[in-house]
């Protein structure tokens, strides 16, 4: 490489106009980067007289070539050394950015160099930096710890490194002190460099705090200049997860100094300056949130705590750009958490001393919680930050109640009095009252029965609007449990839930569902506002948990609402809800008055289900299809909360799932099924087997016939799974195996088709899942009964497996790719386990083919996301199969033609034979592809 040359570039790449030429010139610096000989022309491209751009180019030589020069340059290494020394010192002629990662070059190749050579060489340099520039100083202990902590967090630091970074520590604090407690902190430069370099120190929490507890009063006073106040903020919430911390009287001594902010967090506050409310939001959160067992019992403790409420209460109302309610919400829930879980009398004492800070919290929370008035015409994202926010706030407030108990509920009851007396109150602010009571109410203790009656009394409230009337039939629906032993009261509880059920209103923009369609929970699902009738769905279900029984004389009256409600239009999400608690309701009844509740209630769904499976005709002019996956879902939903005590059996229940079995296989095998359809009647049969799988078996066979033929025909991923539960679960028993073989085989000749016909890699999916059936299959039936199962041309279904799935790991597609090489390590296991299939592996070419195949996918072929999965696949070859291994490799590789020396194969091939493990086979493996595609 010539010099001129690269630094022409350079100022091309940086600024030149022409894209064409800036391109070009990109690629050529890349190469010269690279290349070992570019090491050369660092000293010229360093010098003074250069442009910063150049002199951070030859930086960036140094930086790509650092960690390996000592390894490939052994003879040149004392040479590069003496070099970074003499340019170490030379800080006045270069930029800063240039200096930094200059520094970060010579921390590398001081750790390359321990413990063989240049013992000393921190302390060394620091003693020729430090009379001439305090500020370089700081950057080269800066940058020495950055490097030592990257080492550490890859696990590739040495006990030489360690040591090195260790013997640094005295000299660091001493200059540290030098700088922050003499004459040097007047010049604030130079103590913003010491503050960023204190904070790197501590962050990595090598240092001790008692070494350093001199200069934390120092970093407390240069928060009060506003210059050096966000370095100084640095360090303190360095400090605040320093390991350290887990000695009370340090953590003691760390709360009282953060307890010194708190006139400042008021005068910033004050100012509106938020950019420093948010510094001592971000500290004091990160203390509690690392501390917070060791803080409750501290004495200082409360007095933190009540800071933390003041922070959380900024800015009172929950705006899109805020940052610290959410921060601090998620630290409150592990409090309130750990104050739950607390021994009973340790509890006790903590509920006396922190009542008065929760019952401020809580206040605070009911106001950060409140809708702004123009709720209905925010953009969709803010109302979706709003509704996250109230969901995480109440789960604050849960927490609240559940510890504190009685005080909560009565605090909250005072507030709503308030509300009600006071006509002038905004609707807003009476809705967050309802909801945290919402939140709330379910912790009703034996002593709340006043509460409770006077929370009871206010239900019958005219609400101003839909807002409101949903946070108060929320609150109904809570009520169920404290509703049981008053069953006076249910008619008009009822009511209220019913009359919201079938107030059918346009659909809020916001949120998603809180449960999949199979009715499973999904926590970190995004909460929607609900309309009233979901509201009232919501609340029925609610209320049929907490007193169900006491329901049973309601049971006409809620079906008709339902039918009503669903005539309506009630969302499928609502109507969920409610086929939720008429089967919780049912519970407490017999078996078979239990299934006739449910057909009762679930009629409409059953008949019209039913007349979709009978369907003979592509359409049906009375039969709207697009309702069909609500039906399912609803009865699916219902299936999955029935519960059964043992081995419970019953006509009724052995009539509705040969119903359901029967209906799912029609449809799966009729011709209206799209593919939110399949996923639906999948969900729906999973949940007959969660019910119980011996109300299934009788139909398994008939079952899985339909599921076969419906994925060859449709191709839809879904349907593989339920196959796979079914394999897993009746692929034991004798009387089931033939169908659920039979079933595979003919999935298996769908697939065959599908590549022979070029339709492979336009069903990735169905693909991909059948491969996960092949594991399962191998698993259960195992390779003598696969050899003896026979394939159309009267081979054995085991060897048409392997020659397909062997051949999909030369695809493009990943999702095809992985499964196909998880199947071959099952392939590779389940053969070696029987004699017949041993013979096929080593004399019937299958054990040659699966290599050689491997290979070329490995080497060239695949994708790179899918090469670790296949080498997976060759590893467990070598484990299994070590003597195949080794005599067909080398050949293998050999027919390969790869772009690499003859003694780099024979190296690899003796490597993959000294290995015995499957992680540093895999690690090999995928090495070597990289060598070979590189």
């Known amino acids: ?115 063989d050579s240049w013992s000393g060489a921190f302390d060394g340099i620091l003693n020729e930096l430090l ?97 050096t106040f966000s370095y100084a903020m640095e360090c303190l919430i360095a400090l605040a997860s320093h390991q350290d911390m887990e000695d009370t009287d340090i953590l003691s001594t760390m709360v009282d100094l953060v307890l010194q902010l708190k006139d400042g967090y008021a005068q910033a506050l004050e100012e509106q300056d938020d950019s420093k409310t948010e510094w001592i939001c971000k500290l004091i959160t990160e203390l509690v949130d690392y501390n917070t067992e060791a803080i409750i019992t501290l004495d200082s403790g409360p007095d933190l705590m009540e800071m933390f409420v003041g922070v959380t209460a900024h800015p009172m109302q929950f705006a899109l750009e805020e940052t610290q309610s959410e921060l601090t919400l998620k630290v409150w829930y592990n409090v309130l958490k750990t104050f739950v879980e607390l021994e009973k009398t340790v509890r006790h004492k903590a509920r006396a001393l922190y009542l008065p800070i929760l019952m401020n919290l809580l206040l605070t929370l009911h106001k950060k919680m409140q809708y702004p008035d123009n709720i209905d015409s925010l953009s969709k994202d803010y109302e979706q930050q709003i509704e996250k926010y109230r969901e995480d706030a109440g789960n604050v407030v849960m927490f609240i109640a559940c510890f504190t108990s009685s005080s909560c509920l009565q605090k909250l009851l005072f507030v709503l009095d308030e509300n009600l007396s006071d006509v002038s109150t905004p609707w807003m602010e009476l809705e967050a009252t309802l909801a945290c009571i919402y939140r709330s109410v379910g912790f009703a203790g034996k002593y709340d029965e006043d509460t409770m009656a006077s929370i009871i009394s206010h ?34 509880m009822l009511n209220i839930i019913l009359k919201s059920i079938v107030t059918i209103t346009r659909r809020p923009r916001s949120g998603s569902v809180s449960r999949d369609i199979g009715g499973n929970w999904q926590p970190q699902a995004k909460r929607k506002r609900l309309t009233e009738s979901e509201a009232g769905a919501e609340a029925l279900r609610d209320l049929c948990e907490g007193c169900g029984e006491t329901l049973f004389p309601h049971f006409d009256t809620i079906v008709e609402k339902y039918r009503e409600a669903t005539m309506r239009g009630l969302s499928t999400e609502g109507r969920v809800m409610v086929a939720e608690g008429i089967v919780v309701m049912s519970r407490s009844a017999s078996v078979d008055d239990a299934i006739q509740m449910i057909q009762l209630a679930l009629a409409d769904e059953c008949t019209y289900i039913q007349q979709c499976a009978e369907l003979e005709n592509d359409m049906d002019a009375n039969l709207d299809v697009s309702e069909l996956g609500s039906h399912i879902r609803v009865l699916g939903h219902a299936l999955r909360f029935i519960k059964f005590k043992g081995d ?93 073989l039979q079933a595979f085989h003919t999935m298996h000749i769908g697939v065959i088709e599908w590549f022979e016909g070029g339709q492979h890699l336009e069903v990735p999916d169905a693909i991909g899942e059948y491969f996960t059936l092949v594991c399962q299959i191998l698993k259960v039936f195992g390779g003598e009964a696969l050899m ?39 392939l590779l296991k389940t053969m070696s386990q029987s004699q017949e299939c041993l013979s096929i592996i080593y004399t019937g070419g299958v054990g040659a083919l699966c290599l050689e195949t491997c290979v070329q996918a490995l080497c060239s072929e695949a994708p790179l996301i899918a090469v670790p999965e296949i080498a997976k696949s060759i590893a467990t070859f070598r484990l299994v199969y070590p003597d195949l291994f080794i005599e067909l490799l080398p050949s293998i590789l050999e027919e390969q033609h790869l772009n690499v020396g003859t003694s780099v194969l024979e190296e690899f091939v003796g490597s993959c034979n000294a290995k015995s493990n499957i992680g540093d086979l895999t690690q090999l493996l995928t090495s070597f592809a990289s060598m070979c595609r590189s």
Not at 49 to 76: C, G, Y
Not at 177 to 191: F, K, M, R, Y
Not at 688 to 711: E, I, N, Q
Not at 797 to 819: G, Q
């Open 1 to 115: 490489f010539v010099m001129e040359e690269v630094v022409e570039a350079v100022k091309c790449l940086y600024h030149g106009s022409d894209a064409a030429a800036k391109e070009e010139a990109e690629t050529y610096l890349k190469s010269v980067q690279t290349s070992e000989e570019s090491v050369l022309l660092v000293p010229d491209l360093l010098s003074s007289e250069m442009i910063p751009e150049v002199q951070f180019f030859a930086v960036s030589i140094l930086q790509t070539h650092a960690s390996s020069f000592k390894v490939n340059h052994p003879d040149q290494f004392a040479g590069m050394q003496e070099f970074l020394l003499q340019h170490i010192v030379r800080y006045n002629e270069m930029p800063q950015f240039v200096y930094r990662h200059l520094c970060s070059v010579l921390s590398v190749v001081i750790f390359k160099s321990v413990p």
């Open 131 to 227: 009379p001439q520039s305090l500020r370089a100083t700081m950057e080269f202990m800066k940058s020495f710890i950055e490097e030592g902590c990257k080492l550490i967090e890859h696990r590739t630091a040495s006990p030489a490194v360690m040591q090195e970074i260790t013997d640094a520590q005295p000299t660091v604090v001493s200059v540290l002190q030098q700088v922050l407690c003499g004459e040097e902190a007047s010049d604030e430069e130079t103590v913003v460099a010491a503050l960023q370099c204190f904070a790197c120190w501590i962050d990595s929490s090598l240092i001790p705090i008692a070494d350093i507890a001199e200069l934390l009063n120092e970093i407390i006073g240069f928060t009060a200049n506003d210059n």
């Open 459 to 492: 239900m019958n409230i005219q609400p101003p609007n839909k807002f409101v009337s949903i946070a108060c039939v929320q609150v109904v629906g809570a009520l169920g449990t404290w509703l049981k032993h008053k069953e006076e009261l249910i008619p008009e």
């Open 648 to 740: 419970e059996m019953c006509d009724a229940m052995n009539g509705l799932m040969e119903f359901v079995v029967t209906s799912c296989a029609a449809l799966v095998d009729g011709p209206i099924v799209d593919d939110s359809i399949s996923q639906s009647i999948c969900d729906l049969i999973m949940n007959c087997m969660r019910v119980s799988t011996a109300f299934v078996a009788p139909f398994v066979d008939h079952l899985v016939g339909a599921l076969s033929r419906g994925f060859v025909a449709r191709a839809h991923a879904c349907l593989v799974n339920v196959v796979r539960s079914l394999v897993l679960i009746f692929g034991k028993r004798s009387s089931h195996q033939e169908a659920l």
């Open 788 to 826: 003896a199962a026979k394939h159309t041309d009267d081979r054995p279904l085991l060897m048409s497996i392997s020659k397909w799935t062997f051949s999909a790991v030369l695809l493009p597609e990943p999702i095809i790719l992985r499964h196909a090489s998880t199947a071959i390590v099952e």
